[in-house]
């Protein structure tokens, strides 16, 4: 069957001799792996729309009984050019492509993920400041849409509802229940992690905010540490494919 899709290149790997096969997310089908035939020839009708967080429409040859389909066409839908141009956009954006190669399952059609990740590398393509946000946004919010989602509003121990008063200036996040605790049930738990109050009231504010306005959030150094190690310590104890992303060691050594 030809097929049509929107989709964005998440990695290509050099195939054989002259091919290469490309992992997509796409629009109609989820994760999906094909083969183009010919790309790695300068002369490849593919020409550069093969790259990483390439935004395309793609025509292809599906059968439900390959595992690896054939891709016919590809075409830049919007070029995002100043990600390519710019090494911290480009570890950024590579992190947000390795989390979904990594993390997702092949063949589960989700539009929203699609939505969020077309959405969040044209804002990273355009923003001027404060570019980690655009990924912490983008985790918290494809792990909401896998079901993982991460309760700000209240303990999750006794259900009381945050505010100044209950909790304190390093607050107790627990891994397997996804959540914080208030400052009294912190005091009998066990096995959590504690961060900052700074970096609970930073990624509570960055889950509430709207697209648009995340970047204008300045998050000191040591709060987005703290934001990566909360957000991969909580993937790593529900998801078995969570690593570390080699894309974000680059972008720490760039700052
Ligand atoms: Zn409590």
Redesign the pocket.
């Known amino acids: 069957m030809l097929t049509k899709t929107e989709a964005v290149v998440l990695k290509a790997m050099k195939y054989r001799e002259t091919s290469k096969i490309v992992t997509l997310y796409t629009k109609k089908f989820g994760k999906l792996n094909v083969v183009a035939k010919g790309a790695m020839l300068t002369t490849s009708k593919f020409g550069a729309s093969l790259e990483p967080m390439s935004y395309i429409t793609a025509v292809l040859y599906k059968k439900e009984t390959r595992e690896l389909q054939f891709l016919s066409q590809a075409d830049i839908v919007k070029p995002f050019l100043q990600i390519y141009s710019d090494y911290t956009k480009m570890t950024i954006g590579l992190s947000i492509c390795e989390t979904l190669y990594k993390l997702i399952k092949f063949e589960e059609e989700n539009q929203k993920i699609f939505n969020l990740l077309v959405n969040v590398l044209d804002k990273l393509n355009e923003a001027e400041r404060n570019e980690i946000n655009l990924l912490w946004f983008f985790l918290v919010h494809l792990l909401e849409e896998i079901g993982f989602k991460i309760n700000f509003e209240k303990?999750v121990?006794?259900g009381?509802k945050f505010t100044d008063k209950n909790l304190s200036q390093k607050v107790a996040f627990l891994n397997d229940k996804g959540g914080f605790?208030?400052s009294?049930?912190e005091a009998g738990a066990t096995n959590f992690e504690t961060y900052s109050i700074a970096t609970f009231k930073s990624l509570f504010w960055i889950e509430r905010a709207k697209l648009d306005n995340v970047t204008n959030l300045k998050i000191p150094r040591n709060v987005n540490l703290e934001i990566q190690n909360l957000l991969f310590g909580y993937m790593k104890t529900h998801i078995e494919e969570a690593v570390d992303l080699k894309s974000l060691e680059i972008y720490h050594k760039l700052k």
Request: aromatic fraction near 0%.
């Open positions: 303990c121990l006794c009381e605790l208030c009294k049930c």
